[in-house]
């Protein structure tokens, strides 16, 4: 599985890793049944890890985040990208009244509504799904250009499938 990664600083001590994780082409046509008109369509998971789990974030890293993924889309035109917020225990923060998965789903819509005039400009859509069986429910979204539209419900459906 090919991968792009850059580690971004919050010019505070700690640092975000972001991974665009790119699906081969045999798992695009044997697990997503893409279409073969749609070939050449790349489809990516973002994972984002906190450098030091032990240490707090500043607030900058995930604005140059968000960034750093609307540039991917121009760099890669005919990608479709994924992103469900994980469920594992938040370290250092004082948002226990939430579920983690909320916390980070709150976070990642909060960036993404300041970036979706750009998103808008560049053709991008996306589709929001809760993931994952009773109990363990977690939220993702996918980001697709608007001439990916015709077979999105096939990674949407992957990614429902994926974590039942």
């Given at each position: ?136 429910q977690s939220f993702a979204r996918v980001f697709y250009r608007t001439s990916h539209a015709p077979i999105i419900h096939l990674v949407v459906a992957h990614l429902e499938n994926k974590y039942h």
């Open positions: 599985m090919e991968s792009v990664e850059t580690l971004i600083s919050d010019n505070e001590g700690n640092h975000l890793v972001v991974v665009l994780n790119f699906y081969e082409d045999s798992q695009k046509a044997d697990t997503f049944q893409i279409p073969p008109e749609f070939t050449e369509l790349e489809i990516a998971d973002i994972a984002i890890e906190k450098l030091y789990l032990d240490e707090p974030l500043g607030l900058r890293a995930f604005y140059r985040m968000c960034q750093w993924l609307v540039e991917q889309f121009v760099q890669f035109p005919n990608a479709v990208f994924s992103f469900i917020c994980s469920t594992e225990p938040l370290e250092m923060t004082n948002h226990k009244s939430i579920a983690p998965e909320q916390y980070r789903w709150n976070l990642f819509e909060y960036f993404y509504q300041h970036n979706i005039d750009r998103l808008i400009e560049l053709c991008i859509e996306s589709k929001d799904i809760i993931v994952g069986p009773d109990g363990y």
